[in-house]
T-cell receptor
């Protein structure tokens, strides 16, 4: 079984819709991250959380919100999706200063 | 603020030839350095990392990288590539528990 799972894996939605992307991990890591990947730009950090009560904005948090429901769950929401939020979204986990481990990604298309 | 530059967006290479992927970073403080690989339709997988110690780091699948502090570089090399090395490669810098990624280098291995 995968250590970091993301649901859904693919999603097509329309402008203005609310979307939630979910991430779960079985690694027991305290730190979780959300990134988006765009061609030529690499991965950019949206939000990160060091524990259930700690939420921090990344470099591109506008238009996004997150919820850390439990140590193992970290969801990303787009309150009103827009076409330039079309991207590949990755969740990652980490314990302390160890390596980040990435989920398989969610491909989101906003029409 | 730190930044990461991957100097080549695409690198075509013939099977069994050597490959070098260049990465330069800028930071005013000490950093940890990483190379990740993304195979088609998959998430990111750690190839290798530099935290401290020897500046030559060996990773999985025959890859290695050398940290050069004076040139602020962390170039990735493999002496002989396989078709299966076709993927996108990302250099990343970690400072204060956050990763900053380069834009990625697509490696296309030709038979």
């Amino acid at each position: 079984d995968a250590d970091v799972t993301q649901t859904p894996r693919n999603r097509i939605t329309k402008t203005g819709k609310r979307i939630m992307l979910e991430c779960s991990q079985t690694k027991g890591h305290d730190r979780m991250y959300w990134y988006r990947q765009d061609p030529g730009l690499g991965l950019r950090l949206i939000y990160y959380s060091f524990d259930v009560k700690d939420i921090n904005k990344g470099e591109i948090s506008d238009g996004y919100s997150v919820s850390r429901q439990a140590q193992a769950k970290f969801s990303l929401s787009l309150e009103s999706a827009i076409p330039n939020q079309t991207a590949l979204y990755f969740c990652a986990t980490r314990r302390g200063t160890d390596t980040q481990y990435f989920g398989p990604g969610t491909r989101l298309t906003v029409l | 603020a730190q930044s990461v530059t991957q100097l080549d967006s695409q690198v075509p290479v013939f099977e069994e030839a050597p490959v070098e992927l260049r990465c330069n970073y800028s930071s005013s403080v000490s950093v940890y350095l990483f190379w990740y690989v993304q195979y088609p339709n998959q998430g990111l997988q750690l190839l290798l990392k530099y935290l401290s110690g020897s500046t030559l780091v060996k990773g999985i699948n025959g890859f290695e990288a050398e940290f050069n502090k004076s040139q602020t570089s962390f170039h990735l090399r493999k002496p002989s590539v396989h078709i299966s090395d076709t993927a996108e490669y990302f250099c990343a810098v970690a400072i204060r528990n956050k990763l900053t990624f380069g834009g990625g280098t697509r490696v296309l291995v030709k038979p």
